[in-house]
């Protein structure tokens, strides 16, 4: 996907409630939001295509391909 459509697809998505997100076996991330929308992002075999961020540091990151990286965070 062409990067600048990329960024007007996310800008729509933004303040909406995400109800869950998941990953297929293949590293690729489904999100679902409460509005019934859902996105997919699929992994990519030379870059890493997605990364997610929570509370306390948790970080998951899809690397090419399609293995996660994921940091925990506080353990608090």
């Not at 933004?14 to 999100?31: F, H, I, M, P, Y």
């Not at 998951?60 to 391909?65: A, D, E, H, L, S």
């Given at each position: 996907?062409?990067?600048?459509?990329?960024?007007?697809?996310?800008?729509?998505?933004?303040?909406?409630?995400?109800?869950?997100?998941?990953?297929?076996?293949?590293?690729?991330?489904?999100?679902s939001?409460?509005?019934?929308?859902?996105?997919?992002?699929?992994?990519?075999e030379?870059?890493e295509?997605?990364?997610?961020?929570?509370?306390?540091?948790?970080?998951v990151?899809?690397?090419?391909?399609?293995?996660?990286?994921?940091?925990?965070?506080?353990?608090?």
């Amino acid at each position: 996907m062409d990067p600048d459509r990329g960024r007007a697809v996310l800008a729509t998505l933004q303040g909406r409630t995400v109800k869950s997100a998941a990953t297929d076996e293949s590293g690729g991330l489904l999100v679902s939001f409460a509005d019934g929308t859902h996105v997919h992002v699929g992994s990519d075999e030379e870059y890493e295509s997605w990364a997610l961020a929570g509370p306390g540091g948790m970080k998951v990151v899809c690397m090419p391909g399609g293995e996660l990286a994921v940091w925990s965070g506080d353990e608090s």
